[in-house]
């Protein structure tokens, strides 16, 4: 196999029949057919079909080791900081087919998986067969192209108490039975964001919540397909309703899902557990095998994309209306300039200091990264309060496309033209503000750039523990003990 197109991605979805409940439905169609996945199906679709345009064929794909077909980018081992840039240039590519709107491209994943792939001497600290099967299952995905998600987190039900200690250590997905053929997980997990599109579930250790030793049932690392017999994926509701792309540019395109997994009794063969047991290694799953580096890389190349479009839109929002000569305005975009940049020079900076981990792999310079994955999570919720702020009223006088089409057209020629663009055109605009910052769609997409890698409070006290401060702290001392005069 090689890297899929749109076709092969749809087709493989379309014959596999994972359960899903949304709505109050349980889903017997394909999933490609099904209204609320139909629309975000297709937008990955597309970003397969990137693969294979002719004039990103370079860019997006190289030679497998394996097959010698070419397969994606982000699956590339980095030995050279050639190779990282190369990998950022092709996660930038998909990042900007959806202005960073979509969170779960198969690149965020793939770059653990390869990270993981090749930190064998880490996964024999438990035994050497854990990070055989990783490194066999990395070329499993990479060689078929497939798309992964991942849950990590337990049930919120009570956070004041370890996962063995939640309505008696019956919540959480956990290792009920070991068998000659491999383990049984019962329990649920949260959240797993495409987990109905994607063909691979990987059940990991969390990136915060630290495993004690009475959590051994509940550490553990390992995959299964999103179709094996006790999966199921509850999913909230869609946020696409089904409107057209002007009315609802965004949600009618991006729409990644978010489901709570259950698993009633899901027997994973030993050839996909990656790690049983050992909570001490789970705790440091991410960053020993250096994955977490790497899926920060792809995630700031990603808030890049996302940070660019948000300069465009609050630019041409002021454009629009005429308020680009007030200051507070110009302090707003130079706001959103000045995160851009720093996001810039985030991703330079650990790109230059790049070294070789212990496995040999070329790793970005981690504390610039972990500086940007604690700073945006709370920077980028500035932006709906910037679009709200230049939006106003225009922000909700809003009608339909159904409404430019009718007899309504005259009116919203006349009245909601703008200072530089027609009735048409200020709408057109002013729905995607809207959908940007507003609707559900946005809503989510806030609540997402907060959560989605882990909980900032706790990411802010790793940071703390991690960071070599001694040096800073012996200069005050220094200073407060040098004879006074
Ligand atoms: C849109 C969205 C998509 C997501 N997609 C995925 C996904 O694909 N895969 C996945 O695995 N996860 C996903 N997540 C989950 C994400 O990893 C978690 O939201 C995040 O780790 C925080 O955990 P939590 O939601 O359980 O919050 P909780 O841990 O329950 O925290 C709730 C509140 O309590 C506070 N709190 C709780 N415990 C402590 C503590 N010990 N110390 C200090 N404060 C505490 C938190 O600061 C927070 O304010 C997604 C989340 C969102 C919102």
Not at 2 to 18: C, M, N
Request: some cysteine; proline content about 5%.
């Amino acid at each position: 196999m090689a890297a899929r197109t749109g076709k092969e991605y749809i087709d493989r979805l379309s014959a596999s029949r994972p359960t899903v409940q949304i709505e109050g439905e349980t889903v017997s169609s394909a999933i490609p057919d099904h209204p609320r996945f139909r629309n975000i199906v297709a937008t990955y679709a597309a970003l397969y079909d990137l693969q294979h345009d002719p004039e990103l064929r370079e860019v997006m794909t190289y030679e497998s080791p394996a097959t010698g077909e070419p397969v994606g980018t982000s699956f590339l081992v980095p030995r050279t900081v050639e190779d990282l840039r190369r990998r950022r240039v092709m996660m930038k590519t998909w990042a900007d087919a959806s202005f960073g709107m979509l969170g779960r491209t198969g690149d965020y994943l793939n770059s653990c998986l390869m990270a993981l792939s090749e930190a064998q001497s880490w996964f024999a600290q438990a035994d050497p067969e854990f990070g055989e099967n990783a490194r066999r299952y990395y070329e499993m995905v990479r060689d078929g192209d497939l798309l992964t998600t991942h849950t990590v987190i337990t049930p919120q039900a009570n956070r004041s108490v370890t996962s063995s200690q939640q309505l008696g250590g019956t919540l959480a997905a956990r290792i009920v039975d070991e068998r000659d053929d491999g383990v049984v997980l019962r329990g649920a997990r949260m959240l797993a964001t495409i987990g109905p599109i994607a063909d691979e579930l990987l059940v990991l250790p969390s990136t915060v919540l630290r495993s004690t030793p009475e959590d051994a049932p509940y550490s553990y690392a390992v995959a299964v397909a999103c179709d094996t017999p006790g999966l199921r994926f509850l999913c909230r509701e869609s946020m696409d309703y089904g409107r057209s792309h002007f009315d609802h540019p965004f949600g009618s395109r991006f729409e990644e899902m978010d489901a709570v997994v259950v698993f009633d009794d899901v027997l994973v063969p030993f050839e996909r557990c990656f790690m049983l047991g050992h909570p001490e290694l789970c705790n440091g799953f991410y960053s020993e095998t250096s994955a977490v580096v790497h899926m920060t890389h792809q995630v700031v190349t990603r808030t890049t994309a996302k940070t660019e479009f948000m300069l465009g839109l609050v630019s041409a929002m002021a454009q629009a209306i005429g308020i680009e000569q007030f200051q507070h305005v110009q302090e707003s975009i130079a706001e959103v300039i000045v995160a851009l940049e720093t996001l810039r020079a985030f991703t330079r900076a650990a790109e230059c200091d790049a070294a070789l981990n212990p496995f040999g792999v070329m790793t970005p310079k981690w504390e610039p990264l972990n500086a940007a994955r604690n700073w945006y999570p709370r920077f980028s919720q500035r932006f709906p309060e910037i679009v709200r702020k230049f939006g106003a009223s225009g922000l909700m006088a809003l009608p339909t496309e159904a409404d430019l089409q009718g007899e309504l057209r005259a009116d919203v020629d006349t009245y909601l033209q703008s200072a530089t663009l027609t009735g048409a055109e200020r709408v057109q605009l002013f729905r995607l503000a809207w959908d940007t910052c507003i609707s559900a769609f946005a809503g989510r997409q806030n609540l997402y750039e907060y959560f989605f890698f882990g909980d900032p409070v706790r990411m802010s006290g790793a940071l703390l523990s991690s960071y070599e401060r001694g040096p800073y702290l012996e200069r005050v001392r220094d200073f407060l003990q040098r004879d006074e005069r």
